[in-house]
T-cell receptor, first 115, second 111 residues
Framework: EPEVTQTPSHQVTQMGQEVILRCVPISNHLYFYWYRQILGQKVEFLVS????????KSEIFDDQFSVERPDGSNFTLKIRSTKLEDSAMYFC?????????????FGPGTRLLVL | EDKVVQSPLSLVVHEGDTVTLNCSYEVTNFRSLLWYKQEKKAPTFLFML????IEKKSGRLSSILDKKELFSILNITATQTGDSAIYLCAVESNTGNQFYFGTGTSLTVIP
C-alpha cells in the first residue's frame, strides 16, 4: 500500500540553526500538508500546499517557516532559525484531491529537538 | 476562535466494553469532520463525515455527525486491547485547507 515517508525520523539541532524536514507524499497525490505536535499537546495545522504554492497557513507558520516541492517528489519544510519551542513531532500528510473528499494520509513524523 | 473539544480526555475500559467518544466543534464554514486513531506516531484515518445523521461504520467502529448541534460521536463496540490509542477528532474549515484538531481522547483497554 502506498505510504507517505518522512526523513529523518529524528533530528537534534542547536537553537538558531536551520533545519529541513523532508517528506515524500504518495505519488499521485496533489495536496500536501504539514502539521506539528508538541509533546503532550494536540496536533496543529501548519500549512497546506497545492499546485506549487501555499493554499492555506496557520498563525504558527510565520516567516521562519517555508515549504517547497523542489523536484516533483519531495515536499520540504524549512525552519530558518530554530527556537526551543519548535521542538515537536512534525507530520507530513498528502491527499489525492480535496474536491473528491479524499482523506489525508500521514507520514510517520520527524521528531525535532532544539537544544 | 475556532475550536474542537473532545471528551472525555481519557478513558479506561475492560475488553468487551462499548465506548463512546465525543467531539464538539465551533468552526467557521464547516466542511468535514474526521476521526483519527493515533497509536505511537502518526494518526491513521478512521472516518470522514460531511452530512448529518448518516452513520459511517467500519467493523466495530462507527461514527455519526450532528451538524445542528455541532458534534460527532465515535463508538467502539466489543473493545479489544488493540483499540488502545488516542482518538483524534479534526474539523476542516471551508476557508482553505485549514484543519483544527482536538486534544484527543486517550483510550486504554485492559484485558
Amino acid at each position: 500500500e502506498p505510504e507517505v515517508t518522512q526523513t529523518p525520523s529524528h533530528q537534534v539541532t542547536q537553537m538558531g540553526q536551520e533545519v529541513i524536514l523532508r517528506c515524500v507524499p504518495i505519488s499521485n497525490h496533489l495536496y500536501f500538508y504539514w502539521y506539528r505536535q508538541i509533546l503532550g499537546q494536540k496536533v496543529e495545522f501548519l500549512v497546506s500546499f497545492y499546485n506549487n504554492e501555499i493554499s492555506e497557513k496557520s498563525e504558527i507558520f510565520d516567516d521562519q517557516f517555508s515549504v517547497e516541492r523542489p523536484d516533483g517528489s519531495n515536499f520540504t519544510l524549512k525552519i530558518r532559525s530554530t527556537k526551543l519551542e519548535d521542538s515537536a513531532m512534525y507530520f507530513c500528510a498528502s491527499s489525492l484531491d480535496r474536491e473528491m473528499w479524499e482523506t489525508q494520509y500521514f507520514g510517520p513524523g520527524t521528531r525535532l529537538l532544539v537544544l | 476562535e475556532d475550536k474542537v473539544v473532545q471528551s472525555p480526555l481519557s478513558l479506561v475500559v475492560h475488553e468487551g466494553d462499548t465506548v463512546t467518544l465525543n467531539c464538539s466543534y465551533e468552526v467557521t464554514n464547516f466542511r468535514s469532520l474526521l476521526w483519527y486513531k493515533q497509536e505511537k506516531k502518526a494518526p491513521t484515518f478512521l472516518f470522514m463525515l460531511t452530512s448529518s445523521g448518516i452513520e459511517k461504520k467500519s467493523g466495530r467502529l462507527s461514527s455519526i455527525l450532528d451538524k445542528k448541534e455541532l458534534f460527532s460521536i465515535l463508538n467502539i463496540t466489543a473493545t479489544q486491547t488493540g483499540d488502545s490509542a488516542i482518538y483524534l477528532c479534526a474539523v476542516e474549515s471551508n476557508t482553505g485547507n485549514q484543519f483544527y484538531f482536538g486534544t484527543g481522547t486517550s483510550l486504554t483497554v485492559i484485558p
